[in-house]
Structures are given as C-alpha cells and as structure tokens.
C-alpha cells in the first residue's frame, strides 16, 4: 500500500503504512440518519457490515425535526416506534399567519386518519433519532467505528477497497459494496466525481430551538411569510419548546457573528403576535441548496440520503428521505449477498428512488420558493391570492388526505418499476408497486415484521399444507405466507375472489395474482 496521500496543506494524511485492513461485506460510510438506518437494517436482514464516522459521537444538534409516517411504519417493523412516540411530540393545528392576521387555522392532529397508524406529524428530533438507531445497534453488539475518516476508494470487480484514518493511522477496509451516507459534502460522492447539480438559494437562513411564550397553544405548527422575512414555528418535545426556521434579515447577510438576539425582533415582527423568547438553545445561520445527483449507483458504490440529494427543509423530507433510500437498498443487498438474487437487483434501488429524489427536489424548490421569495410577483401572488384562498382550501376536508399522502411519503409508488407486476383480471383499488394497503379498522402491519417477502393470501379460506408448501418450494428464497379472511375492508379495495399478493420486505407490492402457480413466480423471479 503506498503513503501517498497528501491533505490540503500538501502534508502526508497518514504517519504510517496500513495498521489494519478489515473485510466486509458492506462498509457504511457515515454514521447519520441514513447510515445508521442501513446498518440496522442490515442488521435484520444478517449481513456482516462496518459503520465509519469521522466524528466521535452521534449529533446533539436537533438539525431535523419531523418523522414521517412511512419512517415510523419502518420503526414500527423494527419495534422502536413506541420510542420515537414517547419522546416526540405530536403536531395538534397548523395556523398561517400574514401581517399578525391569522389567514387559515385547521387542526391537523388526525390529518392521514385512515391513512396510515401514524396519522399525525410527529415532531422528534435527529439526534433523537440518532440516538435511538445507535441504542439499536449497540443492544445488539455492534460498533459504531467513530472517529474514522473515509479519505479514498478504489473499485475493483469484485467488491471495494476503501482507506480511512484513525487517530493518524490507515486502515484499509475490503468490502464488496459501499453505502455512502456522508452527507452533503460526500467525499465519496467526490472520489466517484459524481456531479451534484443544482443550486444554492439567495437568501441566508437560520433555525433557531428556543423556549418561548405567547398566547397561542404549544402544540401548533404556525407559519408566517412577510414581505421582507419568512419564519416557521414547529412545536419540540416539552413545554413550550419551539424551533424557528426563517429567513434572515438583509441587514445581516454579510455578518458572521449572529446571535438570536440580532434577529428576535424582527422574528417577532414577522409573526406579527405577541412572542417572548424565554432562552435559546441552539442556533445556527446557513445557505440552503437544492442538488442531486444523476445516478445514485457506481459499479459497487451506492450513494444514499444528504450524499445523493440536498432540498430546501419545506416539508421536512431530508433525513426521512434518507432513511428510506437506506430502507430500500438494504434487504435488495442482503438477497444479492446471500445469492439469493442476482446482482441486477441493486440497478432497482436507482430506478426507485432517482424518481422520488428528483420530484422531491422540485416540489420542495417549487414550495419553498413560493413562501420566501421577495420577487414583487411572487409577493403580490402570495398575498393577494394564495393567502385568501388558503383559509377555504385548507379548512376544506379533501385536500388533508392529499397532503398527508405526500408530506408523510406514505403514497409514493412503484408503480411501473421492474420489480412492481400485476396479472390480476380483479379491478382493484391498489396496484404493484403500492405500499400495503393500511385498515385503520384491521391494521395488518404487524403481520409484515420479518425481514423476508411475504405471501399475502386473500381468501374465503386458509390454503392447505400442501399448497404452502408447493408454494414455498417455487421461491427461491424463504416466503411468509400470511392468511387473510377476504371480507369486507379488502372488497371495498375492489377485492372479489381470492388473491395472492406478494409483499416485499420492505411492505412494498411485488406481484399481484388471481392464481398462483410455478411457472408464473418463475416469470416474476426472472426479475431478480
Ligand atoms: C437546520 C436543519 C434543519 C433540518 N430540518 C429537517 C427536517 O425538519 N426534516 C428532515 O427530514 N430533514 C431536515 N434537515 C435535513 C437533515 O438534517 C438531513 O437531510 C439529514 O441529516 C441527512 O442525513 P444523512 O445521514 O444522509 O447525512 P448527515 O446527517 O449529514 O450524516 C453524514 C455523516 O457522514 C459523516 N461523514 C462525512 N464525511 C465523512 C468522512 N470523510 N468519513 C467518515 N464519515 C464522514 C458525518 O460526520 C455525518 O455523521 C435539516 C437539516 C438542517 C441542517
């Protein structure tokens, strides 16, 4: 191995040769949101892996705030959403504010009722988060290789051979593929010379967890655009704790050492309603860009959450982003790695999420730009139009199932996608590609724990031993076969006679069938 890797500063990185080379199966590259979730569900799925992180601990900032529904649903299949619950707080009423005026007031505490377990926002932090995919791993003996810095990767056929520091050392790490989850500025993302196009926003921002005092409830999300300033109020966990995101005053654009303080006046001004700020507890300034990728594979490098696509924090999608990239690659490794699947497998992790990144990117640019821009248009748009429609559009029911669809990330599909099929003369209400259907009358989630694919069987009767085990023979792999009474929640989803519908691991729908027989799970398996 050749020392000869130089910093910025032209000095030699390391004082020796290689001290240690370790082998894998997959090697992590950071351990934020998106590679903690990789490395647990790694975990569940029996795959040997090695987490690195230059930092020495898990984040303490609260950075993001809200957990979507789809990512409790994910909890909830790793048992530890009764935890995320506990220490979160749920969002009880939305107010939007313009000029001190309150221009719509809706509650939003059962907003996706009937859409998913988790029918509500949930505020918890991502430390919190952090600390609880941590906790995880570390109940289950695994090491989080802290202060371990990935400096360079080579490719070669059959796997990766990536070098990192430690404490001046050099470790070489073998591995037969490599999940980056370093973030924003991903170094990895850098060796694959990857471009990350998009841009950077004009204004500066700042988020600010404060404890504060007003008249208003403290379970309620308030946001208030103004002419010259935007701000959000997102209720914390505890009483009375907020956390503020905004733009910042112009004034103070080119000056490098804000406080709070600076600023709380005109925080106030733009709310418009009386507001104390008890104390703050964190706060920060930064620039905000919308960028991605183009493809979010390279031979055997995967490229997941922050590394592969950065927005705007209008809908609080990023970390929950990342936790389902990482979610959606990692059982799609463990069926390769055990041969249970071939290696055409992984082109589906871009095929699926590419899709979402992209449209997240310009549904939150398109969003964001919409509540801060201080174009006199888009001003006069805002004001005059949207604000007085916005009191009948959001008190109105329909739109609430809408946008709980897409802010919880609980209606994305894959629809289409190769591994989404359907051969059913049924009209049905769910297609392939769908998530499981959810009853909020019959929850059948519970039912859909293990890390394998399930068989979902709908029908008057429970399928004989020699069926199951015909069927069980015909897959490659090992099947759940979940039974279901065909009754009244599936016919009113267009259900009419007996079904068959095959469940990923990660509760997306492979295949739906009216009969299920050798040759046709053969013709699916080709997918594989
Ligand atoms: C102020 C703020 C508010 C936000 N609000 C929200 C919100 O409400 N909702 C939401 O969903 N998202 C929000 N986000 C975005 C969210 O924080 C990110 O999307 C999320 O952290 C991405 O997770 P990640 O694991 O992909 O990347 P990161 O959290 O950035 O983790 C990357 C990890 O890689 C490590 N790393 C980097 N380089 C190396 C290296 N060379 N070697 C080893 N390790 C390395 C880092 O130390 C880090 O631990 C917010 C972000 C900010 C800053």
């Known amino acids: 191995m050749m020392d000869n890797e130089i910093n910025l500063l032209g000095l030699p990185y390391f004082t020796t040769t290689v001290k240690e080379t370790l082998k894998t199966e ?70 939007l ?8 007031d809706v509650m ?65 790490i073998l591995s037969r593929y490599l999940i980056a989850c370093d973030g924003a500025s991903s170094p990895v993302r850098t060796q694959l010379n990857f471009s990350f196009r998009g841009g950077t926003y004009r204004n500066k921002f700042f988020v ?24 959000a109020f997102l209720p914390m966990y505890g009483e009375r ?66 590394s592969a696509h950065i927005h705007s924090p209008a809908g609080g999608q990023g970390m929950n982003t990342g936790l389902q990239d990482a979610y959606n690659l990692c059982w799609k490794l463990a069926f390769v790695l055990r041969k249970q699947a071939s290696p055409k497998l992984l082109d589906t992790y871009n095929e699926e999420r590419l899709p979402f990144a992209k449209w997240l990117l310009s549904f939150t640019d398109r969003g964001f730009k919409m509540m801060t821009s201080d174009n006199w248009f888009i001003r006069f748009l805002r004001k005059n139009i949207l604000f007085n429609l916005a009191k009948g559009v959001i008190s109105a029911g329909w739109p609430q199932p ?62 004989s031993e020699n069926a199951c085990s015909k069927i069980n023979e015909s897959f490659p792999f090992p099947v759940c076969i979940v039974e279901n009474t065909l009754d009244r929640k599936w016919i009113e989803l267009g259900v009419k006679m007996e079904l068959f519908v ?8 492979g295949l739906i069938c009216d009969e299920l027989n050798n040759g046709l799970i053969q013709l699916y398996m080709k997918r594989f």
């Open 402 to 463: 809408l946008m709980f669809r897409i802010l919880s990330q609980t209606g994305y599909s894959h629809k289409g996608r190769s591994l989404s099929c359907s051969v059913s003369r049924q009209k049905l209400n769910f297609r392939a590609g769908d998530r499981l259907p959810y009853f909020e009358s019959d929850n059948i989630y519970p039912l859909f724990r293990n890390p394998s694919f399930h068989l979902l069987h709908i029908g008057e009767s429970a399928l």
């Open 208 to 231: 600010a967890d404060v404890h504060l005092d007003w008249k208003e409830v403290y379970d309620k999300l308030i946001i208030a655009p103004g002419d010259e300033n935007f701000c």
């Open 241 to 306: 704790n907020y956390r503020i995101i905004g733009t910042l005053p112009k004034s103070y654009f080119d000056r490098e050492d804000i406080t709070f303080r600076d600023i709380d006046e005109a925080v106030v001004n733009t709310l418009g309603i009386g507001v104390t700020f008890e104390s703050v507890n964190w706060f920060s300034v930064y620039k905000l860009h919308h960028r991605g990728v183009e493809n979010f594979r390279a031979g055997n490098v995967f490229l997941a959450g922050d």
């Open 108 to 172: 939003i505490g059962e907003i996706g009722k009937g859409l998913s377990e988790f029918s509500y926002m949930l505020s918890f932090e991502q430390s919190k988060n952090e600390e609880l995919l941590v906790k995880q791993l570390t109940e289950a003996g695994k090491v989080i290789h802290w202060k371990h810095e990935f400096i360079s990767l080579k490719q070669m056929e059959d796997g990766v051979e990536s070098i990192a520091r430690h404490e001046n050392e050099k470790v070489c």
């Open 97 to 104: 504010y313009s000029e001190g005026k309150r221009k719509a």
């Open 26 to 95: 997959v090697l992590i590259v950071g351990a934020g949101p998106t590679g903690l979730m990789a490395a647990n569900q790694l975990l569940r799925f029996g795959v040997d892996f090695i987490i690195i992180d230059h930092k020495s601990r898990p984040t303490r900032e609260s950075r993001a705030i809200t957990v979507t529904a789809r990512s409790l649903e994910i909890y909830q299949q790793m048992g530890i959403d009764s935890e995320a619950l506990s220490g979160g707080k749920r969002v009880a009423s939305f107010s």
């Open 502 to 509: 095959l469940v990923r691991p990660d509760n997306y729908i």
